[in-house]
């Protein structure tokens, strides 16, 4: 996987952090500070990485793609159950 910038990772990071706290203009400030495609490859690396480390805490083991898929049915379970607040 491509590693991403380190101040795009920075920034995904930060983002994260404001989209959780609900700061709209930090989160709008962070989506300016950087080229579509960069945040794309940080979140992503940013994704896989969590992925893995925690595949390695389930039992059974799980890869990343797998965790990928539990965050991908988690969050649509997450809208059929109307819990979200998007």
């Known amino acids: 996987?491509?590693?991403p910038d380190p101040d795009a990772l920075?920034?995904?990071?930060?983002l994260s952090i404001?989209?959780?706290?609900g700061d709209e203009?930090?989160?709008?400030l962070f989506l300016r500070s950087h080229e579509g495609d960069e945040l794309a490859v940080a979140g992503a690396h940013v994704i896989w990485r969590?992925?893995?480390?925690?595949?390695?805490l389930v039992e059974p083991r799980r890869s990343p793609p797998q965790m990928v898929h539990v965050f991908a049915q988690a969050l649509r379970d997450?809208?059929?159950l109307g819990d979200d607040e998007s």
């Open 1 to 3: 996987m491509e590693q």
């Open 10 to 14: 920075d920034t995904v990071l930060s």
């Open 18 to 21: 404001a989209v959780a706290a």
């Open 25 to 28: 203009e930090a989160v709008e």
């Open 50 to 56: 969590m992925a893995t480390a925690l595949g390695q």
């Open 78 to 80: 997450e809208v059929e």
